[in-house]
């Protein structure tokens, strides 16, 4: 297969997508992931509390996307139900207007008890042939009661799967709003952290985040090849991305964050992978060695699962990384994130 050298940069600049928080992160993003590893949870310093607000940030973020992909599978099976609930009403109110018919018929035709019509008739032989088409009137309305009961006990059931969805939607809808009010909240807080710092602590922290990008643009992958040509595919597709910046909650084409990444890129190859990095990490073949790892597969970061990317070759990760930055490859062995298992598909 073909080899998979770095492709070049674009060189259009998107930071108009960012929003108005991550747009003020991009200059003043921390130390990136190739350089050293994120500081000690206990070690004080407004930086490394930057590092831990955005870290944080991005594990909300992925909690918030899974449950934003449940509420967008909840909504369409609501719509389904909706659908199917209103398409069994119509049949009700069909079998009802043949019920009616049926019952009119028989009214105008049972004024007198059957022995009795029988006993006055002029014309007992006529009389008969009518009194069985009655018969099968009544059987025919007795199988249209048995299926209007029928259809009224499904479209109920119907009704009531459809309301406990909608309340499983509005339930996920709020914890929506609760992620996507939490992200904010550390995003401003990492924001007010920065602003408390001087001009030139700013520009060395922009200057490192500068370095980053220049390294990744120079990054060496080797030749080695993918293991599929939809993984090549992919991979390819995430490539073609490198300089987007990262937004949380966003997935493509101008902007991403880490497993919206994955999942655009996948999709470009025409594959389907769930949305977050947790349900990612469970799809395709695990490889639990990096030593095993080819281009295109994916590499799942922390041990919360809450961070994915793609394996770039030469001991790289090509992914969003974090508010602020953009899509870069990377060291995995510098990246501060503990390597948890890659997935071939």
Request: one cysteine or more; proline letters at 4%; hydrophobic letters at 35%.
């Amino acid at each position: 297969m073909a080899s998979h050298r770095r492709p070049k940069q674009p060189t259009q600049r998107f930071t108009g997508v960012l929003t108005a928080t991550a747009a003020a992160a991009v200059a003043l993003s921390t130390q990136s992931a190739s350089a050293d590893p994120l500081p000690d949870p206990n070690k004080k310093g407004v930086q490394a509390q930057i590092d831990r607000l955005y870290e944080s940030a991005t594990q909300a973020t992925e909690k918030y996307n899974g449950a934003k992909e449940k509420a967008e599978g909840l909504q369409e099976q609501v719509g389904a139900l909706q659908d199917e609930a209103a398409r069994r009403q119509g049949e009700l109110n069909e079998l009802r207007d043949r019920l009616g018919v049926v019952a009119a018929s028989q009214y105008r035709s049972g004024g007198l008890d059957p022995s009795l019509q029988l006993f006055l008739s002029q014309d007992p032989d006529n009389y008969l042939e009518k009194a069985s088409a009655l018969d099968r009137v009544g059987d025919r309305q007795s199988a249209l009661l048995k299926q209007f009961q029928s259809q009224q006990r499904s479209l109920q059931q119907q009704q009531q799967e459809a309301s406990a969805k909608l309340q499983d939607l509005d339930s996920t809808r709020r914890e929506l709003g609760e992620k996507k009010a939490e992200i904010q909240g550390k995003l401003r807080e990492a924001q007010r952290l920065l602003n408390t710092l001087s001009a030139k602590e700013r520009a060395k922290i922009a200057a490192e985040e500068d370095r980053a990008n220049r390294s990744s643009a120079r990054v060496q992958l080797g030749n080695e090849a993918s293991a599929s040509q939809r993984a090549a595919a992919a991979f390819s597709a995430a490539q073609s991305r490198v300089g987007m910046p990262y937004v949380w909650g966003a997935t493509g084409p101008n902007s991403f964050d880490c497993s919206g990444l994955t999942s655009w890129a996948f999709r470009q190859a025409g594959i389907s992978i769930p949305r977050t990095s947790q349900a990612q990490a469970g799809v395709g073949t695990r490889i639990n060695s990096l030593s095993d790892l080819r281009p295109g597969d994916l590499i799942i970061m922390r041990t919360d699962l809450s961070h994915v990317g793609f394996y770039a070759g030469n001991g790289q990760i090509l992914h969003s990384p974090k508010p602020g930055a953009q899509v870069r490859y990377e060291s995995i062995a510098r990246s501060g994130m503990p390597f948890m298992w890659g997935v071939r598909l």
